[in-house]
Nanobody, 121 residues
């Protein structure tokens, strides 16, 4: 069964940068759109940005110009490059992918376990 594994979270000072990685493991037949979400304590989970298989990206206004999403279809990986980090970027970041495990399956949504990003003053 397919799984998403995230890595790269940690503590970073405001104004700094950090790169998160998401690796899709298992026997995925295909992976469509991949997205990054985040959830801060007491807040609802929000979409940070997404990237289609052909590389088209979309970003939340709050991160536009600071965050960059990329993916490698051959490796089934996605990255979130974060720069000029702000205190309000502190959250658990989740990778999401719409994918099918088998050719006969309808594409479904898969989530990573989340990785903590903490931005300090």
């Amino acid at each position: 069964q397919g799984q998403l594994v995230e890595s790269g979270g940690g503590l970073v000072q405001a104004g700094g940068s950090l790169r998160l990685s998401c690796a899709a493991s298992g026997r995925f037949f295909s992976i469509g759109i991949m997205s990054w979400y985040r959830q801060a304590p007491g807040k609802q989970r929000e979409l940070v940005g997404s990237i289609t298989r052909d590389g088209t990206t979309n970003y939340a206004d709050s991160v536009k110009g600071r965050f960059t999403i990329s993916r490698d279809n051959a490796k089934n990986t996605a990255s979130l490059q974060m720069s000029n980090l702000k205190l309000e970027d502190t959250a658990v970041y989740y990778c999401n992918a719409v994918a099918a495990i088998r050719i006969i399956d309808r594409p479904e949504s898969y989530w990573g376990q989340g990785t903590q990003v903490t931005v300090s003053a």
